[in-house]
């Protein structure tokens, strides 16, 4: 696991997003970070976000059983499978994507 945080955290300024922690492959996480970006420029609320992003992961190649959380402030403490875990921040909002299951 591979966790990122503070003024050291990686982000990529064409894309604002900070990567916080990650568990899974360069590979997936180009294909999540295209899915949270999408659902942002087309979802307003932070639940109709988080349901595009899973609806995307769960008909991804991935399989189902994916769970995302999108918002502002909130706690977490998940199980999740081998290299199926992200948190980053985009802008103002924070995203939680994890594989359970």
């Given amino acids: 696991v591979a966790t990122v945080s503070g003024p050291d955290a990686m ?3 064409k894309s604002e997003i900070i990567f916080k922690n990650v568990d899974m492959t360069d590979e997936l996480k180009e294909v999540l970070v295209g899915y949270i970006e ?9 639940k109709d ?4 992003i ?3 992961c ?4 991935e399989g189902k059983f994916w769970n995302v959380v999108v918002g502002r402030q909130y706690g977490s403490d998940v199980t999740h499978m081998a290299k199926k875990y992200m948190s980053v921040q985009f802008r103002d ?3 939680l994507v994890w594989k359970s299951g």
């Fill in 38 to 46: 999408e659902a942002f420029m087309t979802k307003q609320r932070p």
């Fill in 93 to 95: 909002m924070f995203v």
């Fill in 54 to 56: 899973r609806s995307k």
């Fill in 49 to 52: 976000i988080a349901k595009e």
């Fill in 11 to 13: 982000s990529d300024k």
């Fill in 58 to 61: 769960d008909a991804s190649a």
